[in-house]
């Protein structure tokens, strides 16, 4: 069992900045990966962000790359998202999420979720 829970959410303006939190408990995680998707009304949920804790790589979906910074503490359980220069296309609940395989996050699948949190973004 893995409990997830989120907070950071808001509203900004285009260009601005939010930083998402996640902190996970109920086991170790030297081997899950982690990770964030989010879902805009009307549109299908999309994978953003992963990474494994045991191998500290990272991988994003194309339109935030360069953008959004997938990082975790493991001291503190807690995997976070930095988002910058935000767009208002980022517009979208996002939850975080955990799985034993990175591939299984990237394909838009996970065992464990959050509960999702909103993110606004004006333009």
């Known amino acids: 069992q893995v409990q997830l829970v989120e907070s950071g959410g808001g509203s900004v303006q285009a260009g601005g900045s939010l930083r998402l939190s996640c902190a996970a408990s109920?086991?170790?995680?030297?081997?899950?990966?982690m990770g964030w998707f989010r879902q805009a009304p009307g549109k299908e949920r999309e994978f953003v962000a992963v990474i494994s804790w045991s191998g500290g790589s990272t991988t994003y979906v194309g339109s935030v790359e360069g953008r959004f910074t997938i990082s975790r503490d493991r001291a503190k359980n807690t995997v976070y998202l930095q988002m910058n220069s935000l767009k208002p296309e980022d517009t979208a609940v996002y939850y975080c999420?955990?799985?034993?395989?990175?591939?299984?996050?990237?394909?838009?699948?996970?065992?464990?979720w959050g509960q999702g949190t909103q993110v606004t973004v004006s333009s």
């Open positions: 109920g086991r170790t995680f030297s081997s899950f990966a």
């Open positions: 999420v955990a799985d034993s395989s990175p591939s299984v996050i990237i394909g838009g699948r996970a065992n464990y």
